[in-house]
């Protein structure tokens, strides 16, 4: 179980064998003088020093790659990228990898040995006039929302968190509150640029090289490297109504959450989220989580006796936009969308915020982790996608039984709608029912040593679900196994994918820190 928590691999290991290092500093040798050959608009450094490698790990804090890249690529244009993936293929090692912003858990955007490519070298964004936006795959999802708002759009879907690049999510699916209604972000995009492993530079779209465009959504970076997206805009509302709705029972929270997904008058909301919360007064995990700033405070005196160690909340947004000259207010749309929901009536909060505050709620909790340091330390997050099928049992055994005292950080669980998943992609999601639940474990630690305890604690969560035969799938996958990571697309889509492998990338040059294919050549 422990083998989640890989060791921290010093970059000269003490007892290595002297033969093999000067046949690996051959190798390197060899390999950075490949790379000097490589034609550049950019720059390529070289020498990254262990001291302050910063592109040996992420934000999880828990993986160390074994080693080094050789060298880190600042490109200033796709040619850059495009010559970079044709050199390394002609190499028997080379390896490389875009990295967004590290942002993964588990050394996903890592090249020990290889190539990393900076991917925020190129970020930007143009504002079209025809309701899309192209953005480039290494720009920040919070610089994407600024440029549009200047001309007063938006993007339709969303990360919680803006602090991530656009080819980042767009490699895994990209969830937010918004996902019920237009589906993940991998759903709002019309045309992709991308450069393959082979270091071809390829337009792609639903109806040009279809293959391609379906295949680096949700591929995990495994076929090519995303420079540019069209993505889809709406109108930006100006304020958003904020709601918190507290519920002592698990079955009253996903019927209400499950009917506001999937009926009317769901068309009037714009976001549904839900976590889970403990029924304690403790500060990270408990009551105090639940209102949306102060003067509010959850009145414990309102809780139901019987409730249970575990609470739930679910969040709702409803976009305001300019006053309304007939038709409803806001409050009469309110009144009528939460008519009917079995929440604890006095445990109800609301406010209202303008749409860009709502976007970077958490910017704002982000500033608050790196003031108390919980920014810096471990994060051995937990994100999986559970059928409706199972999502009682898991409560009753991961919620209110082995996370019973929270994970020091937020415990998400929400629904959304398999149809809005377009099957063509390479994201895997369960497939018993047309809702699934996202449950997002975003455990924060104030120091490294209860790292090890979270990651025996995933692990036993994991092995609940295999021995229960659950209908789960693992977001932002993380396995060592061949035969794990066929379990983990299921028949089909893995041999799909290995397909798609041999097409776009047939030497496994790109992304090895997803551990799903060797480098051959
Ligand atoms: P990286 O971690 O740098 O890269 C991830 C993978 O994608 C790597 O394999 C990398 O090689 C590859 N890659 C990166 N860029 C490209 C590209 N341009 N083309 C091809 N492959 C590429 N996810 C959600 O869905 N919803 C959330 O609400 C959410 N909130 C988060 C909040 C926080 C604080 C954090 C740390 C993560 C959150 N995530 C969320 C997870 C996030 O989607 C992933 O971490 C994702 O990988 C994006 O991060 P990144 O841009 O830093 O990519």
């Known amino acids: 179980m422990i083998a989640y928590l890989e060791r921290f691999v010093p970059d000269s290991d003490s007892d290595s064998n002297p033969s093999e290092d000067s046949t690996s500093a051959a190798a390197a040798a060899t390999d950075v003088a490949l790379c000097k050959s490589v034609e550049l608009q950019g720059t390529l ?5 262990s001291a302050n490698d910063i592109y040996s790990t992420d934000f999880g804090g828990i993986h160390k790659a074994a080693a080094p890249p050789l060298a880190v690529l600042r490109p200033a244009s796709v040619d850059d990228i495009a010559r970079l993936l044709r050199t390394a293929s002609r190499s028997p090692r080379l390896t490389v990898a875009a990295r967004g912003k590290g942002h993964s858990i588990h050394g996903q955007a890592t090249a020990p040995r290889g190539v990393v490519v900076e991917m925020g070298a190129m970020a930007a964004v143009e504002v079209r006039d025809d309701g899309c936006a192209d953005v480039a795959g290494g720009a920040l999802w919070e610089d994407v929302l600024a440029a549009c708002l200047g001309r007063g759009l938006a993007p339709r879907s969303w990360t919680d968190y803006l602090g991530l690049t656009v080819g980042g999510t767009l490699s895994n699916a990209g969830i937010s509150g918004q996902a ?17 492993g082979k270091g071809d530079v390829v337009l792609c779209s639903p109806s040009h090289n279809s293959d391609l465009f379906f295949a680096v959504l949700g591929g995990l970076g495994q076929f090519g490297i995303i420079t540019r997206a069209r993505v ?3 109108h930006a509302p100006l304020k958003v109504r904020w709601i918190r709705l ?47 700033g102060p003067p509010q405070r959850l009145d414990p005196t309102a809780i ?36 009917g929901l079995r929440f604890i009536r006095r445990l109800r909060f609301s406010t209202e915020v303008g749409y860009e505050e709502f976007l970077l709620r958490v910017k704002r909790a982000e500033k608050a982790a790196k003031a108390s340091g919980i920014w810096e330390t471990p994060h051995p997050w937990l994100n999986l996608l559970v059928s409706k099928r199972d999502i009682r ?21 929400y629904p959304l709608l398999r149809s809005k998943w377009d099957g063509r992609t390479s994201a895997a999601v369960p497939e018993s029912s047309e809702i699934f639940y996202l449950v997002a474990l975003l455990r924060f630690t104030a120091a490294a040593v209860g790292a090890e305890e979270m990651v025996a604690q995933n692990e036993e969560i994991l092995e609940w679900c295999r021995a229960k ?8 996958p993380h396995y060592r196994s061949e035969e794990e990571w066929r379990r983990h697309f299921g028949r089909h889509k893995w041999e799909r994918f290995v397909e798609r492998k041999a097409r776009y990338d047939p030497y496994a040059v790109l992304a090895p820190g997803q551990g799903i294919f060797s480098r051959t050549h």
């Open 45 to 49: 450094e070289y020498h990254v020093s």
């Open 180 to 196: 019920f209604r237009y589906g993940p972000q991998t759903e709002n995009v019309t045309e992709l640029e991308v450069v393959t």
């Open 232 to 234: 889809r805009l709406h």
């Open 246 to 292: 507290v519920y002592a029972d698990f079955d009253e929270f996903v019927a209400d959450a499950e009917s506001l997904v999937t009926h009317p008058p769901s068309e009037s909301l714009d976001y549904v989220e839900g976590f889970a919360f403990v029924n304690s007064d403790d500060p990270v995990n408990g009551w105090d989580s639940v209102p949306l």
């Open 304 to 339: 139901p006796s019987h409730a249970g160690p575990t609470l739930y909340c679910l969040e709702l947004a409803l976009h305001v936009h300019h006053p309304a000259q007939d038709g409803p207010t806001t409050d009469e749309v309110v009144t009528e969308t939460l008519r």
């Open 393 to 413: 049992a898991f409560d009753g055994a991961v919620f209110k039984g082995i996370l019973r005292r929270g994970v020091g950080g937020p415990m998400l669980v």
């Open 469 to 476: 035969g659950v209908d789960f799938k693992v977001y932002l």
